[in-house]
């Protein structure tokens, strides 16, 4: 109750202090949408901080328990806020806060469930966990008993990790991956201790440096035996994760303000599939090779540009880009963001995970070197030629993910809290349905290529369901995007070997969430800018602005939609004729 009050009191304070202000200071703090809830978010961030700061034991009862009392702590100080004096910004973030709040308490509780299903194998957890909580206050021990302790430890260990190979005990991906981190806690109030103590109490590392490295030597084979127990690796060198399974992707949509069945969004990704077909028909058309899109998607990967020139081809892209988005108005470039982006060179390690360029506060060029063989050289060049990039440099860069880094940290920067990729991913992806339709590919071999990553997005939303729905492996959704999307083999193993992986455990949503948020924006444009309430300009900069949220909470910021305390998602962005939005 004590931090309870304290919140409360705090909350006060800040409302007294700017009611006593001259009033050309609350004139200038008006153009703050509000005060007390914005206020309540940065508080929780650093209290949070402090807890994980100070209890550092990953998968600890401790930890998890005293985190779970943050967040309660933290729901009953909303609840003492009156929710009808907010104005509208303070009720959004007043919502999604509360959300946020009860997802934490719900995946906390889930941890719970997943440590439990493991902790009989670790009977030792506790006297682990007890020793490294008496060092954090500095306590004497004594270093003998310390030493014989993990001594004998390190035997318990080992005769559970003899007894763990000799039986046929089954576990989940997802209780494996538990084990591990459980584990690697252990590590790390092992070493807490150790290093604590080991130089500064000459008895403590005469007695505890050898037990110590052999205790923590015993912990990684015994991790290690856990690991055994994934399921072997398909011909790709993928290890599949978990597939979620209906009923969580129901609470995650739910979280994200998508109040739409996994069944109709697939229906949704369809749709838009479909219409990318008849498009790309179009312009494999235009060029000379009939229906056969897949010959025209072949001949546009060709155009790929010499070793060493991709640097020079995405300035120029970039450039085409930004001037047409000048030209037309769209958005407020700030001078600083347009200066201060730059470029890095994609490490082949990482670009077995990310086959294509990405952005944020520079853009990173995917594209071989010396050290790929030329079958993955030239699966390189052929996904990332220009036509290809020319659909999604705007994307990485501005008005892309450069400008979202750029502006999430100069407005309500507190909403990071909120950070979605509806929000993230949707903002750069809606800017390639927008450019689409202003006319921004010149050629059929420009159109081919924004079609290509726009049905891939379509693929992302189709190969996701079906594997979290349990339809699909992660071979067939590499072969989906092979022999219906049109990628590179290679490029195709690398796009599903991230997300669909062992250890990936969460945002099962990323992949879908492009080309949702994209519609999400669309629509919102339609209802403001083509319905004539907002300027282009006006429409992004307002988006922008408001920084990360679910796109239904920027929609009513926007159009002042009447919110209550107990709003649920209903914002249905989506029906037969919103194919008309989009076309």
Not at 252 to 258: Q, V
Not at 264 to 283: F, G, H, R, V
Not at 412 to 430: D, I, K, N, Q
Not at 481 to 510: C, K, M, Q
Request: aromatic share 12%.
């Amino acid at each position: 109750m004590t931090h309870i009050v304290k919140i409360k009191g705090i909350i006060a304070l800040i409302l007294f202090v700017i009611s006593t202000l001259p009033s050309s200071a609350q004139q200038e703090l008006s153009a703050v949408p509000c005060q007390e809830v914005p206020h309540l978010i940065q508080q929780f961030t650093a209290d949070r901080r402090a807890v994980n700061r100070f209890y550092t034991v990953g998968m600890s009862p401790e930890r998890r328990e005293r985190l779970i009392l943050l967040y309660n702590d933290y729901l009953t100080a909303l609840d003492g806020l009156d929710f009808n004096v907010l104005n509208q910004e303070c009720k959004v973030d007043y919502l999604l806060f509360r959300r946020n709040l009860n997802e934490y308490i719900r995946f906390a509780k889930k941890e719970e469930e997943e440590f439990k299903k493991v902790v009989t194998w670790f009977p030792f957890a506790d006297s682990v966990y007890a020793l490294e909580k008496k060092r954090r206050r500095g306590a004497s021990i004594d270093a003998k008993r310390v030493a014989i302790y993990w001594n004998n430890l390190a035997k318990e260990v080992r005769q559970l990790n003899e007894r763990f190979v000799e039986s046929d005990a089954q576990f989940t991906t997802g209780e494996i991956l538990t084990a591990k981190q459980t584990i690697a806690g252990f590590q790390t109030a092992l070493t807490s201790v150790f290093e604590f103590y080991n130089g500064y109490d000459p008895s403590f590392t005469w007695w505890a440096e050898r037990p110590y490295k052999q205790l923590d030597s015993t912990l990684s084979r015994f991790a290690t035996q856990f690991e055994s127990k994934l399921p072997p690796a398909d011909q790709n060198g993928i290890i599949s994760r978990e597939p979620v399974g209906r009923d969580e992707l129901v609470k995650l949509f739910t979280y994200e303000m998508i109040p739409y069945t996994p069944e109709e969004i697939y229906e949704i990704a369809q749709k838009e599939m479909a219409w990318c077909d008849q498009e790309l028909i179009k312009a494999s058309r235009e060029l000379g090779f009939g229906d056969d899109w897949r010959k025209a998607n072949e001949y546009v990967k060709e155009q790929y540009v010499d070793p060493g020139k991709q640097p020079e081809t995405i300035l120029r892209l970039y450039n085409e880009s930004i001037d047409f988005i000048k030209s037309n108005d769209l958005i407020t470039i700030p001078p600083l963001a347009e200066e201060t982006w730059g470029m890095i060179m994609m490490t082949p390690q990482r670009q077995r995970y990310t086959a294509f360029f990405t952005g944020g506060w520079e853009i990173s060029i995917s594209y071989p070197t010396n050290t790929m063989d030329i079958d993955q050289r030239l699966m390189s060049m052929r996904g990332n030629n220009p036509h290809f990039s020319r659909a999604t440099v705007h994307h990485e860069l501005i008005p892309g993910h450069n400008l979202q880094f750029f502006m999430r940290d100069r407005y309500r920067t507190y909403r990071s809290e909120f950070s979605t990729p509806f929000w993230m991913e949707g903002w750069a992806l809606y800017w390639e349905l927008l450019l689409w339709d202003k006319k921004f590919p010149q050629t059929p071999e420009d159109r081919i290529g924004m079609l290509f990553w726009r049905r891939h997005r379509c693929a992302r939303i189709i190969f996701s369901l079906n594997f979290h729905l349990g339809k699909w492996t992660p071979q067939q959704c590499i072969d989906y995007l092979v022999d219906e999307v049109g990628h590179e083999r290679e490029n195709a193993i690398s796009e599903i070997r991230g997300p669909l992986s062992a250890g990936t455990r969460g945002a099962p949503l990323y992949q879908i969430a492009y080309l949702l948020g994209g519609i999400q924006m669309m629509h919102m444009k339609k209802e403001l800018v083509d319905g004539g309430q907002l300027s282009y300009r006006d429409f992004h900069d307002g988006i922008i602005k408001l920084n990360a949220m679910p796109m239904e909470m920027i929609r009513a910021v926007l159009t002042g939609r009447p919110l209550t305390k107990e709003y649920k998602t209903q914002w249905r962005f989506y029906d037969d004729n919103d194919l008309k939005i989009i076309k």
